[in-house]
């Protein structure tokens, strides 16, 4: 099943700030976020707490991090499309980008 992307506007703004000068930065996050489009069950860890739903993707060396979620994981735990999906309108399919930064600026 292909996965379509969506990015929040965090993860924009993170993401210019980012790949601004960094063009071989920007390839490989690329990269990164096309195998997670590819299977986005492949990530490293959940995270916890209010944020239970999104997961983590090590980037570049493991130095830089992706935040997302994905919408067959919602429904995983939920056993429905849960509001923040619904809000972004999203299909079964889709991988949401929340975050991305190093790891040094992120924690």
Not at 26 to 35: A, F, G, P, R, Y
Not at 81 to 92: F, L, W
């Amino acid at each position: 099943m292909p996965y379509k992307g969506l990015e929040s506007a965090l993860f924009a703004k993170q993401w210019k700030s980012l790949c601004k000068k960094d063009k071989p930065l920007e390839e490989k996050l690329i990269k990164v976020m096309q195998s997670i489009l590819a299977n986005p069950n492949n990530y490293d860890s959940p995270l916890k707490g209010d944020r239970y739903l999104s997961v983590k993707k090590k980037a570049v060396s493991e130095h830089y991090r992706i935040i997302y979620r994905y919408c067959e994981r919602c429904i995983g735990v939920h056993k429905t499309i849960c509001a923040g999906c619904n809000a972004d309108e999203c299909t079964p399919n889709t991988v949401i980008f929340e975050e991305v930064f190093h790891r040094d600026e992120g924690y």
